[in-house]
């Protein structure tokens, strides 16, 4: 039982770890994606656009196998075209973190744009009068009432990260859900998958009182 | 008379708004001056281009063509702006009060009357933050300093904004309907705010629906109407003895 629990650990101190490279990562790799789809820039806005629509139209699980499969299948590819025989393969693990982040950078991007289109252009109008630079206004005015607007938003997402680490075992990473499942078919033990569901509970209890404790700490102000 | 230094002048101004192709003119051919310690009311029904005015001198909006001249310094002339610099110069000269105050709600009071200066003007959040407990005073919010503008009512938060104006230590202090978002009760104190600046001899341009307040308050007056100057001169003249029919029309229920 204990060992049990103890390989089950494991797997959740991995789920863990894509957890909290994904959000670091994705954070703020979203907001040159906001950038470049709110850009005046017709070409930059439209890239982005067919980027968001790509990553946001098809499933994450495919994502992950596109990112851990592909660099090797084109050079397979590449290999017979040309008669070379180069071969790459890369870690599961940076494969995976890489298609989360990437993925998890649209949608926050988009959460970021709701953010920044939803404060009124008052506020960029007395910033302007006052005499703040572009750059300014957006750090000192914008940025902190974004961060407050988008919070339930991205408390939301954050929520389905944590359940979404769990597809990462489709290109072999032994995350949480992936060695309850190998335990309890090792053992014929409904337990194991219990376990991990209490544990994914456990996590999502924990994001959901981190963002209410940031939701109070920034309700000092409408 | 005595000359005094001349702060605003506004020569041929136009501005159109382009909409699907059609052009909508909403000032056509307007020039004035402000000069130092006047403060010029203007009047006129909605859509007159009254506010326009005043977002062509704080830079909102781009003219179409016409110059404009702020203390010396040219910002646009017959429709080519200065560079970025010199804008940027300008803009500091100038103040603007809202309608709808603007104010920045993740700021306390305090805050939204020293962050400006430090951030505008470089000085120390010390020296900022003594700055705007002694405007904050005038203002008579020495209460309020650690408030959010959301706990504020709506004649507290212009007075606010005022402070804030202020503090950046602005030539001129342009108002655009700052009593248009209050009720009667708060109306008069803000006015009141107003009127002591203009005793001080703070030089103003005020956009105003308040008529007694215009005609007691005003060095000069004009009445737009249609991106036009109908009517201007002498407060009580215009305000009491309009002698255009639109004037006339304009204030009937005033003077009725």
Avoid at chain 1, 33 to 39: D, F, N, Q, Y
Avoid at chain 2, 83 to 105: C, E, R, S, Y
Wanted: charge should be positive.
């Amino acid at each position: 039982m204990i060992k049990m629990l103890l390989t089950m650990l494991q797997g959740t101190v991995t789920s863990l770890e894509v957890f909290f490279l994904t959000l670091l990562f994705a954070v703020p790799l979203a907001l040159p994606i906001t950038t470049g789809r709110m850009s005046r820039n017709r070409i930059l806005s439209s890239l982005t656009k067919i980027f968001l629509l790509i990553i946001r139209g098809t499933p994450l699980m495919l994502q992950l196998l596109v990112v851990y499969f592909g660099p090797s299948l084109f050079c397979i590819w590449l290999n017979k075209i040309f008669g070379l025989n180069i071969r790459v393969a890369w870690p599961r693990f940076l494969a995976a973190n890489v298609a989360l982040i990437v993925n998890y950078a649209a949608y926050f991007a988009e959460i970021y744009r709701g953010g920044i289109e939803s404060i009124s252009p008052g506020q960029y109008e007395a910033a302007k009068v006052l005499g703040y630079t572009k750059r300014q206004t957006f750090s000192h005015i914008v940025i902190p009432q974004v961060v407050k607007r988008i919070i339930p938003a991205m408390g939301n997402e954050v929520i389905t990260l944590v359940k979404d680490t769990a597809l990462v075992q489709v290109i072999g990473v032994s995350e949480l859900l992936r060695v309850a499942q190998e335990t309890q078919s090792r053992l014929f033990s409904f337990i194991p998958l219990f376990v991990a569901g209490v544990f994914y509970f456990i996590m999502n209890w924990a994001v959901s009182v981190a963002f209410v404790q940031l939701e109070k700490k920034l309700s000092y102000y409408k | 008379m005595e000359q005094t230094e001349e702060i605003i002048c506004v020569e041929n101004l136009s501005k159109s708004f382009t909409r699907s192709d059609t052009a909508t003119e909403v000032l056509k051919d307007i020039s004035f001056s402000v000069h130092q310690g006047d403060v010029l009311g203007i009047i006129g029904p909605s859509g007159s281009g009254k506010s326009t005015i005043l977002r062509c001198i704080t830079q909102l909006e781009t003219v179409s063509g016409g110059s404009i001249t702020i203390c010396g310094k040219t910002l646009v002339k017959d429709g080519v702006y200065a560079d970025k610099q010199t804008m940027h110069g300008i803009a500091l000269d100038v103040g603007l009060v809202f309608q709808n105050f603007n104010l920045f709600p993740h700021y306390s009071v305090l805050q939204n009357v020293a962050d400006p200066q430090v951030q505008v003007l470089g000085k120390s959040r010390d020296e900022a933050e003594q700055t705007a407990v002694s405007l904050l005073a005038r203002m008579g919010l020495l209460q309020k300093t650690g408030a959010y503008p959301c706990e504020l009512s709506g004649g507290q938060q212009q007075r606010v904004s005022i402070a804030r104006a202020l503090a950046l230590k602005p030539r001129v202090l342009l108002f655009d309907e700052p009593t248009s978002a209050l009720d009667p009760e708060l109306t008069g104190e803000i006015l009141a705010v107003i009127k002591d600046l203009a005793r001080e001899k703070m030089t103003m341009i005020v956009v105003t629906h308040e008529m007694a307040f215009a005609r007691d308050t005003s060095s000069y007056i004009m009445f737009m109407d249609d991106g036009i100057i109908v009517e201007q001169g002498n407060p009580s003249d215009v305000i009491n003895n309009p002698h255009q029919a639109r004037t006339k029309a304009f204030l009937s229920r005033f003077n009725a």
